[in-house]
């Protein structure tokens, strides 16, 4: 090859391999961040004045007062379509902080791996099972036939889920557990929430080390624990 050819060749692709890396045209662009859904907010000033709580069905929003102060708010999760929870008035009758269903579970193997992660407690148990029964961690009943307030899987915030019971997030449950009483009111009601329904919201890209801390008492989505690839469903 002539020596001013070569020349220009070896230009053009000097000059094409500055075009290609510095376009990004050899590399994906970057992804937008994940949206990420805040679960609840809790600002309990623990002053003067009882708790109350309204859920609302249509929302899947659990609001709560004190002496009629805004004090949070959270995403429940309530039952689904064959068990729907009942709109009314309650008041909290038991606080039991570890309990479990007696109607509601699944069936695992001897490796604990989920074979049925929607079974009962009269269900025949297959050869091999076991039946455990679900958690229902820091429960509030309501009624006298099982239904209540308890931490649990909350899959798809603003969708009902569970068999009757009120679930909310398991990070959350434990701060509204201390702060009612045998007795808080609780009402249940297809009206609105105040703060529902809620858009994800959208994080930044790479961490600001600048940026505020966030604030006490906000609480982002839960991640979902799986037992060889099935989710561990809560009443």
């Known amino acids: 090859m002539p020596l001013r050819s070569a020349i220009q060749f070896t230009l053009v692709i000097a000059l094409s391999a500055t075009f290609l890396g510095s376009c990004g045209i050899a590399s994906p662009p970057p992804s937008r961040p994940r949206s990420e859904r805040v679960l609840y907010q809790w600002n309990d000033d623990q002053g003067s004045g009882k708790v109350a709580v309204r859920i609302s069905l249509t929302d899947q929003i659990a609001e709560f007062t004190r002496g009629g102060r805004d004090i949070g708010w959270c995403y429940v999760a309530t039952g689904k379509e064959g068990h729907s929870t009942r709109d009314g ?31 009962k407690a009269s269900d025949r148990v297959p050869p091999g099972m076991v039946y455990v029964p679900a958690p229902m961690p820091y429960w509030m009943r309501l009624t006298s036939y099982g239904v209540g307030m308890h931490g649990g899987l909350i899959p798809e915030p603003g969708k009902p889920a569970s068999h009757g ?37 959208i994080p930044l890209a790479s961490p600001d080390p600048f940026a505020r801390p966030a604030r006490l008492g906000a609480g982002s989505a839960e991640s979902v624990t799986y037992r060889d690839g099935v989710p561990v469903f809560y009443r």
């Open 165 to 201: 019971c009120i679930r909310m997030p398991k990070e959350f449950v434990p701060l509204l557990f201390d702060a009612v009483l045998v007795g808080t009111p609780v009402v249940i009601t297809h009206a609105p929430s105040k703060h529902g329904p809620r858009e994800p919201e």
């Open 89 to 119: 008035t309650y008041k909290i009758t038991e606080k039991v902080a570890d309990k479990y269903s007696n109607i509601y579970g699944w069936f695992e193997d001897e490796f604990g791996n989920v074979t049925d992660g929607d079974a």
